[in-house]
């Protein structure tokens, strides 16, 4: 399995708190990407990273920033907490080259976010 | 950007049968087709997946086929088994190719 960590796995806090999830990678790869997973919704991307400090939107980044500080590390933080942003998040990674997705993605175990 | 339909929503078969999942895409330049297997409260498993230049590929129980003329690619599951019961994701790469666009996913049951 690829060696991706999430941390935390389970959160549980209250609406207007800001909240930071971590992504930690042993496998050197230059992608690195942010889902939520909703019933219904299947997943959807947040914000992804192509290398450090290069970052780019996703499908429903709104209330989301991200950080890459050093290839390893990708996190995902929300300003203040809304009761909509209670999902399951999804860390994943590629060896992507080129500039398109021609490789597969691994994804992380997720993290459990509860916002009341 | 891309649009992903998946079909169908759920999937109830009997141990043994053999399940089909079907998706299509609109983006007729897409080239990478992978499919993902989440059991639950698990993380989401590359099973199998395949590139444009062929039409079909099969690892023992599991295939896919590819139909880029029509826009859509398949998931093939032969002698299922209740340990293939999960939700199953197709994905497409979006516009601009860096990352993927996934379907919204089927529920496989097989019932022994």
Known sequence: DAGITQSPRHKVTET?????LRCHQTENHRYMYWYRQDPGHGLRLIHYSYGVKDTDK???????SVSRSKTEDFLLTLESATSSQ??????AISESSGGT???PQHFGDGTRLSIL | GENVEQHPS????????SAVIKCTYSDSASNYFPWY?????KRPQLIIDIRSNV????DQRIAVTLNKTAKHFSLHIT???PEDSAVYFCAVPASGYSTLTFGKGTMLLVSP
């Open chain 1, 58 to 64: 996703g499908e429903v980044s709104d209330g989301y």
């Open chain 1, 101 to 103: 997705v021609n490789q």
């Open chain 1, 86 to 91: 209670t999902s399951v998040y999804f860390c």
């Open chain 2, 10 to 17: 759920t999937l109830s078969v009997q141990e043994g049968d």
């Open chain 2, 55 to 58: 039409g079909e590929k099969k």
């Open chain 2, 37 to 41: 297997k989440q059991e639950l409260g």
């Open chain 1, 16 to 20: 207007g708190t800001p909240v930071t």
């Open chain 2, 79 to 81: 002698e299922t088994q």
